[in-house]
T-cell receptor, first 114, second 112 residues
Framework: SQTIHQWPATLVQPVGSPLSLECTVEGTSNPNLYWYRQAAGRGLQLLFY??????ISSEVPQNLSASRPQDRQFILSSKKLLLSDSGFYLC?????????????FGPGTRLTVL | QKEVEQDPGPLSVPEGAIVSLNCTYSNSAFQYFMWYRQYSRKGPELLMYTYSSGNKEDGRFTAQVDKSSKYISLFIRDSQPSDSATYLC????????????FGSGTRLQVQP
């Protein structure tokens, strides 16, 4: 069976500090990978998605970046955090195929920028 | 106008009630429809996945899609306090990127 991990689970960072969130998937290969942000009481905002190693598409201009150094590893980074970067960050994976398949989410990372 | 509209609630019902959750959408290219349940401070978990129009049943849950009206529903029978969560609808088309477009979620409270 497939599992998806995210860490850390909770993070409190000062404004201007760097960020690195990691997501790894087990039990599948060559998945599509996604980073979402969810503000309190809001829906999911797609930040980045990746269809393969080194292939990153950005959905929203911001001071965040993403990288996929390995097939089942997806990293979200920032050089300098802003207050507005606070939120719940979710990673998701999806099988490739002729049809759009569902996405499976990780447990999330709650980021608070002070 | 948002691509997917969902009433944020909260929706409060007594235990045992039938719950109806809904989303409307504007993009006629959407063909895949999903419902996720999200407990507080947790990642969303998939409840139902349907393709095109029609009904799908799984235990106490029934998903309905009406593409002509651009309207989808999730029904929960015999609701339980453990069903208290936020329910997110999500959908996608068949071409291009396969990312999902989400509704903002409806918060459901089932009172014991």
């Amino acid at each position: 069976s497939q599992t998806i991990h995210q860490w850390p689970a909770t993070l409190v960072q000062p404004v201007g500090s760097p960020l690195s969130l990691e997501c790894t998937v087990e039990g599948t290969s060559n998945p599509n990978l996604y980073w979402y942000r969810q503000a309190a009481g809001r829906g999911l905002q797609l930040l980045f998605y990746s269809v393969g190693i080194g292939q990153i598409s950005s959905e929203v201009p911001q001071n965040l970046s993403a990288s996929r150094p390995q097939d089942r590893q997806f990293i979200l980074s920032s050089k300098k955090l802003l207050l507005s970067d606070s939120g719940f960050y979710l990673c998701a994976w999806q099988r490739k195929g002729l049809r759009t398949d569902t996405q499976y989410f990780g447990p999330g990372t709650r980021l608070t920028v002070l | 106008q948002k691509e997917v509209e969902q009433d944020p609630g909260p929706l409060s019902v007594p235990e045992g009630a039938i719950v109806s959750l809904n989303c409307t959408y504007s993009n006629s290219a959407f063909q895949y429809f999903m419902w996720y349940r999200q407990y507080s401070r947790k990642g969303p978990e998939l409840l139902m996945y349907t393709y095109s129009s029609g009904n799908k049943e799984d235990g106490r849950f029934t998903a309905q899609v009406d593409k002509s009206s651009k309207y989808i529903s999730l029904f929960i029978r015999d609701s339980q306090p453990s069903d208290s969560a936020t329910y997110l609808c999500a959908m996608s088309g068949d071409t291009g990127r396969r990312a999902l477009t989400f509704g903002s979620g409806t918060r459901l409270q089932v009172q014991p």
